[in-house]
């Protein structure tokens, strides 16, 4: 059964179970000793010689007295009119119609005329109004005034027996209360077939577009948006359902860039630990078969599988330290420091490598920038970025500028650290933080460098609650962010 069936099913038995349950208590009633009840209220309203259903049968034809042509001493011609003396008689009554005090029309015997005078007395030609019974005889008389003229129509009833006797609780009463009864249950009905529908179409609408949005998901199609705005349950509903297709569309696309980027770290460590070994096992079977048949050239092989040995040692220890770091299972020992004394001794304990190396180095800092570091790992991020500027240089020399400032609003450290080497196409600088990416799609340069480098230096910065972003600006830029210090506090020296 549909939703729509059950609602109307369910009000209309709202009303008819209880309207069934009062109507056979009150039939129990009637059939027990209650039912006395029932008979009193019949007798109250009990139509002795159909008294009362005559006089109201008289006064309904008010009208019709005044309108029929008494000259014609005959109701036959004029329908209304033998209508009243027919349902008169039926109820036993005759009657007799004076105009101004003059008879026009009367089918009351001599005997019936002599048993209403009996009852009534004088009453019955001076009274306007009169009713009067006594046993099996009763008399009515009603007066009627238009104008200056006057219509009396007494009615005799003389022990003439009714063909359908009836109560006036049964004629008038009764039937008007199964009248309103019927009314009210007819109007119930149709009161609940409309609101049944309208209850029923605000709750099937939004199901039908949750029904159409879950099968779109279904096929594939995340971008599915129900468009339900009414301020109702199901519009909460629907914006939910909205909102679980982004969060799934997101998941979704998370998940591909994961797997992008799962295959591209196995492909790229295969193929960094592929290239190291291939040359070893090359040097190997070189001083197995004798190539290196003197002790120079043994020398050398042994020293070129040494050098592979330790680019393979450096590969597995950055795979450690960037699992270590993404993971969260590395442990920072953070001290309240000043990072420009951190930059400033670096640099002077770095010097004798940069001359080595032809690099020369421009430090700018105009203010302290106090902040919560671990000075071990900051130096690995120096470290890194050194070491890619010497590597990946194109000239003989290189020049760095490091440059210090404190963002007083943003209550972060900016550090920025700049070469003038050959900088990255625009499309890498997105992916320079990637495992194992290089510029290099060949990866013919495999050997000098391990491609893990700027992916630990994001994840230390990341570990410090910083930020870091890459620019080509006469060369390659870096743009780090650290937050500044609070106020120096107890218990400053923080592992985490």
């Known amino acids: 059964m549909t939703l729509r069936k059950k609602i109307i099913l369910s009000n209309i038995l709202m009303v008819l179970i209880p309207v069934l349950i009062t109507a056979a208590a009150v039939f129990l009633c009637m059939k027990t000793s209650m039912g006395s009840y029932w008979h009193t209220l019949e007798t109250m309203y009990k139509d002795e010689n159909n ?52 008879e026009v029309y009367s089918n009351i015997s001599p005997e019936d005329m002599d048993a209403a005078v009996a009852v009534a007395g004088g009453a019955l030609s001076t009274a306007k109004m009169l009713t009067a019974s006594k046993g099996d005889v009763s008399v009515i008389k009603y007066t009627f005034y238009r ?33 309103f ?64 297709c982004r969060y799934l569309k997101q998941s979704v696309e998370q998940r591909l860039e994961y797997e992008n980027r799962r295959k591209e770290l196995i492909s790229g460590i295969s193929h960094d630990l592929r290239t190291p070994l291939t040359s070893i096992s090359g040097y190997l079977d070189g001083l197995m078969e004798g190539i290196a048949s003197t002790p120079e050239m043994q020398n050398r092989y042994l020293n070129a599988i040494k050098i592979r040995t330790q680019d393979l040692q450096r ?3 950055s795979l450690s330290e960037y699992n270590k770091l993404e993971s969260g299972g590395f442990r920072y020992n953070f001290v309240r420091g000043s990072l420009k004394n951190f930059v400033e ?15 020369k180095v421009t430090f700018w800092c105009r203010e302290d920038c106090p902040v919560l570091m671990d000075e071990n790992e900051l130096k690995r991020v120096l470290d890194n970025l050194m070491t890619n500027t010497v590597r990946y240089r194109v000239k003989d020399t290189s020049s760095v500028e490091i440059r210090l400032r404190k ?18 196409p625009e499309d890498s600088l997105e992916r320079i933080f990637e495992s194992f990416y290089r510029v290099d799609a060949s990866r013919t340069r495999s050997n000098e460098g391990s491609g893990m480098g700027l992916a630990v230096v994001m ?20 743009v780090m962010k650290l937050p500044l210090a609070k106020e120096k506090q107890d218990g400053e020296n923080t592992d985490c």
């Not at 009833?157 to 199964?178: C, E, G, M, P, W």
């Open 407 to 424: 963002l007083e609003q943003e209550e972060m450290a900016e550090l920025v650290f700049s070469d003038d080497g050959p900088g990255v």
């Open 51 to 102: 008294l009362q259903s005559a006089q109201s049968l008289i006064y309904t034809y008010k009208k019709e007295l005044w309108e029929t042509d008494w000259e014609a001493a005959v109701f036959d011609w004029n329908e209304n009119m033998n209508n009243l003396e027919k349902q008169l008689a039926d109820m036993g009554y005759y009657i007799q119609v004076r105009m101004n005090g003059e």
């Open 459 to 478: 994840e230390i910065i990341r570990g410090h609650g910083g930020t870091i972003r890459a620019m080509n600006r006469k060369g390659l830029m870096f």
């Open 315 to 317: 590969l597995v220890g």
């Open 147 to 179: 104008d200056n003229d006057a219509c009396s129509i007494i009615a005799v009833n003389n022990a003439h027996s009714a063909d359908q006797a009836r109560s006036y609780f049964q004629t008038y009463i009764l039937k008007y209360v199964i009248f």
């Open 345 to 359: 001794q670096y640099l002077e304990a770095l010097r004798g490598e940069m001359v080595k190396n032809r690099v």
């Open 181 to 244: 009864a019927l009314l009210f249950f007819g109007m119930v009905l149709f009161v609940n077939v409309v609101l049944s529908y309208w209850i029923s179409a605000s709750v099937l609408e939004p199901l039908k577009k949750l029904s159409a949005g879950a099968k779109e998901i279904r096929d594939g199609n995340l971008d599915a948006v129900i468009q339900y705005d009414r301020p109702d349950e199901f519009g909460r509903v629907c914006g939910d359902f909205n909102e679980m």
